[in-house]
């Protein structure tokens, strides 16, 4: 920490001191008056910069009248008229004068006639001495009367307009006492007198054209008579004249008596030269002086009048000091016109605009300005890019500057930020902090050296506790004031990462927590020291509801706790218990989404500084509204840390030109609808006035539409909202003035337009219709004739079809019918051939064990020969043994193959004789027990009955149960058990076998009796086994003419049923092939 010395103290002491006791050559005296001009020069279209004439009509166009062309302004595009070689054009580019009937025709005043423009044709006709329709050629002023009477003055004489002759007819012949024929202007008093200014005076003449009275100026000295302008102030009772070279003066209409204003080079305060261009009174009561060294505005009370001029270094400033012409408009504005230029600006602007410049009327050192702070006796310290701080008096509008060059230890020019509190203020610069003690005049500096993590400050917050917390461009730097030691809580910030964040924007809320803004897309930071916890928030792409851009600029709080951060996309308003994001945006109607400042005024309101102008967003309604360059602002691009909020409420926002100030509650919007207009049409390249029900034919390609609303003062700003009736599409908002469609199809159509103000108020909607003819195939007579020719192509048509009808109707009977049976027996087929492909992959996989058991044993005999040359007799017995088990296992499955084809084709044979079938079952089973045993399974037989004889075939009744108790020992789990019972039924008999194993699922119940269907195991995997089995067993019982089934319950177990008949009708004792 560096402090300065005594010598040094001193300077400081006096700068400091300068503000409230002595005018030093530093100070600098601020304009009373606070006004932003707006220019308008060639390069935005105007034909030549020489404005002679403005002039605003009944629909809100702005007319300029140039040395080389009429100009017509809708705000956004100037036409213009020339002069052609055509009876049609206007007679000549030098423009005059321009004023405007009540038929809304356009009169305008040129050095070669007068031409009266009429504007739902686009045709001028022309006045020319030539053609004797008026005394002169040379126009020079336009009059239209409180009873419409159009009077126009030349170089030779006053005409006024025939309408019966369409001529003008001079009125004051040479013979009268008229003090002059050669009249620069005329205007008319309050009793209907005309007041004429001549280049020798000034002459009264009655409504009658009767002179009543010629005004000599200097009687001594003629050429100081030549009169420009005449203007007749009706409330105030006089007529202001305007000379050529020899100044302003008054004339009292009642008593006649003359008032000179001079022009005093040492006096600032008069008219600043003697040839006066223009005369004004604007609506609020200003009276507007244009001379050809600046524009004045005339003072009544003091009876003085304050300049207003052209300055190189302030691009605000007057566009160029010779005024030829002045207008005030619809909505307030006034327009000068210059022999450079045109300049707009807004005599009501609440907003003051501190900037720097090269005389007395500026307070900063500097433009750019970053870093507000307002200090406990009002002095205003701004911080600016490259000058350092300037200390403004506001009640003296004086200021002082403390940069490197009024004082040596000042470290750095560059200013980024400046808080305080009481006495201390402290300023954010590119080379440290630098603390300021205006109770002893002590300047101290802070840097790495003294704990700083970096020089280059970007934010300052001097918390409730008295810590001062700085951003810097790596990482958080707090200092406590008290102890002048530094703390470093980056650690806790970065969580792990090396390196320190941007920091960017910090913020205390009402709850003592802290906020920190990153850059780096490194989002926002929330400390909460109560809870110890820190907290990162970032924008998340998927969720509406987070941060809407990591760019972190600035951050402020509302008196119902509510954050609202500035980022580089939108507006955040922060719920602290939801921990939710509502964001704000151009599409909300912000005037830009890159935010620079947030600052909250005592009614709630939010207000936000940007790319494009400051945006208030209203706390109730959140209704928006916009401000310009045009209503007061430096400039539409403001700067970071560059907010202030006042202890009076008074707001402050420094951008690239300045320093705005304002209240807000002093700053307040017309609540009038604004008007929307059509300006042109432009059909296939050719330019419509008006094309309301106008019909264009088939061939038009584009038609663009053209609107307006003649509100000058944000027309940049205006939004519209359009749709066109007759054509797909919602309604449309946009920012241009103009909308183009393209190939249209043939109808009707209504384009529907509004426009949306920068307050929000919308106005009434304008529409305009037109039509797109149809091709001459698609007229209203080449339809009837198509209708008639479709009738009767549909008659002979139709009766072709019902005959057509019928014939399909029975081949698409008969088609639908093979097609139902041809896809069922599809799907059967698909099913029977998967089926198959199941079954003969399980076959091969039964097949083939029995013959790899033969040829294993078989490769075994050979080996044990070839290694011992013998084999024992026990060895070789057992291994014969299983070849024999294995071979008769392979022939057992060989015959169940055979007699499943057999079965299945019809060439089976069973032999019926009579057997008593209880025994036949007891003695099957029997002879099963000790296989199943082996199993683990327990095998009870059990029948109802002793005896019960049937006619069957033995043979494959035993093959049936063997099958059916073999099925069941395989799906029975060790320890479970086997029953098989034996029920009479008279007529049949029936056999049941019921093990306790796994169950079967019910969809499988019927299917596991066909040949190519086995039951899937949980991993739907088919159970190992041939599948036969039970096939064969239900073909054999259906040659019994019985019936087989199983019911069965997945973990319940199954019980298959067979009942037999005891002596069936179709059986004979002989041996049957069914």
């Not at 040094?8 to 002491?13: A, E, H, Q, V």
């Not at 037109?770 to 007229?779: A, D, E, G, Y």
Request: hydrophobic share 30%; charged share 25%; net charge neutral.
């Amino acid at each position: 920490m560096g402090k300065i010395s005594l010598f040094n103290k001193f300077n400081i002491f006096v700068l400091l001191n300068m503000l409230l006791f002595v005018y030093s050559t530093l100070n600098i005296n601020a304009n009373s008056n606070n006004i932003t001009f707006n220019d308008f020069n060639i390069d935005q279209g105007i034909s030549q910069t020489t404005i002679e004439s403005i002039f605003q009509d009944s629909k809100g166009y702005v007319w300029l009248g140039t040395n080389d062309g009429l100009n017509k302004f809708n705000g956004y595009d100037f036409k213009v008229y020339n002069y052609e070689e055509d009876e049609n054009s206007i007679s000549n580019n030098f423009i005059t004068d321009i004023n405007e009937d009540k038929d809304e025709n356009i009169w305008i005043a040129t050095i070669d006639g007068v031409n009266k423009l009429d504007q739902k044709t686009g045709k001028f006709t022309n006045y020319l001495k030539e053609n004797n329709l008026i005394s002169s050629g040379n126009a020079t002023d336009i009059l239209i009367t409180k009873d419409n009477k159009i009077l126009v003055t030349t170089d030779d004489g006053l005409n006024i307009y025939n309408s019966k002759k369409d001529r003008f007819d001079r009125v004051l012949s040479k013979k009268n006492d008229l003090i002059s024929q050669f009249i620069y202007c005329i205007d008319e008093d309050k009793e209907g007198n005309f007041w004429l200014g001549t280049k020798l005076g000034v002459s009264k003449i009655s409504k009658d054209f009767k002179v009543i009275k010629n005004f000599n100026i200097d009687k001594n000295d003629m050429s100081k008579n030549e009169i420009y302008n005449v203007f007749c102030d009706y409330e105030a009772g006089y007529t202001w004249v305007g000379s050529a070279n020899s100044g302003l003066y008054k004339v009292n209409i009642k008593t006649n008596e003359i008032t000179n204003y001079k022009c005093d080079p040492f006096d600032e305060n008069s008219i600043p030269c003697y040839s006066i261009g223009a005369i004004k009174k604007d609506s609020k009561g200003n009276l507007w002086i244009g001379t050809s060294k600046g524009l004045a505005l005339y003072n009544e009370k003091d009876d003085n009048f304050e300049v207003y001029t052209h300055k190189i270094y302030d691009k605000n400033s007057l566009v160029n000091n010779d005024v030829k012409s002045l207008m005030e408009d619809s909505n307030g504005l006034i327009w000068v016109g210059t022999y450079a230029g045109l300049s707009v600006f807004d005599t009501e602007s609440k907003i003051k605009h501190y900037k720097a410049g090269q005389d007395k009327d500026y307070l900063l050192s500097e433009n750019i300005v970053h870093g507000i702070y307002e200090d406990r006796d009002g002095n205003l310290w701004v911080g600016t890019n490259s000058k350092g701080v300037n200390i403004i008096d506001k009640k003296r509008n004086k200021s002082v500057y403390l940069n490197t060059k009024t004082e040596k230890k000042f470290i750095n020019d560059s200013v980024n930020d400046i808080t305080g509190k009481g006495n201390q203020i402290y300023i954010a610069t590119d080379g440290g902090l630098i603390e300021v003690n205006k109770s002893n005049n002590e300047i101290s500096h802070y840097g790495v050296v003294d704990g700083l993590v970096n020089d280059r400050i970007k934010d300052i917050l001097l918390d409730s506790k008295g810590y001062l917390w700085m951003g810097t461009a790596d990482g958080v730097s707090i200092l406590d004031t008290k102890t002048k030691k530094f703390i470093d809580i980056n650690k806790y910030i970065n969580k792990g990462q090396d390196k320190n964040k941007y920091v960017r924007s910090i913020f205390e809320d009402s709850e003592g927590n802290y906020y920190l803004g990153f850059l780096r897309d490194d989002g926002l930071c929330k400390i909460d020291p109560k809870n110890k916890t820190i907290k990162i928030y970032k924008n998340n792409k998927q969720d509406k509801y987070s941060l809407s851009n990591n760019y972190i600029r600035y951050i402020n709080e509302d008196s119902h706790g509510n954050i609202w951060i500035g980022t580089s996309y939108g507006l955040n308003k922060f719920d602290k218990e939801t921990e939710k994001f509502e964001r704000y945006t151009t599409k909300d109607g912000i005037a830009n989404n890159t935010i620079y400042g947030v600052l909250v005024d005592d009614e709630d309101d939010v207000w936000i500084s940007t790319n494009k102008g400051i945006s208030k967003i209203n706390s109730l309604n959140n209704k928006v509204q916009n401000f310009s360059v045009t209503d007061g602002l430096q400039g539409n691009e403001f700067n970071g840390n560059a907010a202030y909020k006042s202890k009076s409420g008074e707001l402050f926002f420094g951008g690239v030109n300045g320093l705005n100030s304002f209240f807000p509650e002093k700053i307040i919007k017309s609540d009038k609808k604004p008007k929307i207009l059509f300006d042109t049409f432009i059909v296939n390249n050719k330019e419509y006035n008006n094309i309301n029900e106008m019909k264009f034919s088939e061939s038009t390609d584009t038609i663009t539409i053209k609107f307006f609303t003649p509100d000058y003062s944000n027309y940049k700003n205006t939004t519209y909202e359009y749709n066109l009736d007759g054509s797909s599409g919602d309604a449309v908002r946009t920012k241009d003035n103009y909308v183009t469609y393209n190939d249209l199809p043939p109808g009707k159509y209504r384009f529907r337009v509004k426009a949306i103000d920068t307050s929000g108020n919308v106005s009434d909607e304008n529409y305009v219709t037109f039509t797109i003819k149809p091709p001459i195939w698609l007229s209203w007579y080449a339809v009837i004739i198509y209708i008639l020719i479709g009738f009767g192509l549909i008659a002979n048509h139709n009766r072709k079809m019902k005959k057509l009808d019928k014939l399909v109707q029975k081949k698409t009977l008969r088609l639908r019918e093979e097609m139902e049976k041809n896809n069922i027996l599809l799907k059967r087929n698909i099913k029977l051939e998967q089926n198959k492909n199941s079954y003969f992959v399980n076959l091969s996989h039964e097949l083939r064990t029995p013959l790899n058991v033969i040829s294993s044993t078989n490769q075994l005999i050979l080996g044990l020969l070839k290694k011992d040359g013998h084999i024992k007799e026990e060895n070789l017995s057992h291994h014969i043994d299983v070849s024999q088990k294995n071979c008769k296992r392979l022939l057992n499955l060989i015959n169940n193959i055979v007699d499943s084809a057999k079965l299945q084709n019809d060439m089976y044979m069973v032999t019926l004789e009579e057997t008593d079938i209880v025994y036949l079952v007891e003695e099957t089973a029997l002879t099963l027990k000790d296989y199943v045993s082996t199993k683990g399974i327990e095998l009870i037989i059990d029948p109802e009955i002793e005896e019960k004889l049937i006619r069957c075939d033995k043979y494959e009744i035993e093959r049936c149960v063997v099958n059916l108790v073999g099925n069941a020992a395989k799906f029975t789990p060790e320890g479970g058990s086997i029953t098989i019972t034996i029920k009479d039924l008279e007529e049949k008999v029936m056999i049941s076998v019921l093990d306790t194993g796994v169950g079967i699922e019910e969809k499988y119940h019927k299917l596991i009796f066909d040949r190519f269907n086995q039951v899937l195991e949980e991993n739907n995997k088919v159970k190992r086994g041939s599948g036969l089995g039970l096939t064969i067993t239900s073909q054999i019982v259906k040659l019994h003419k019985g019936e087989i089934y199983v019911e069965s319950k997945i973990g319940k177990g199954s019980n298959f049923v067979i009942i037999l008949p005891v002596n069936p009708n179709e059986y004979n004792s002989k041996s049957e092939n069914i």
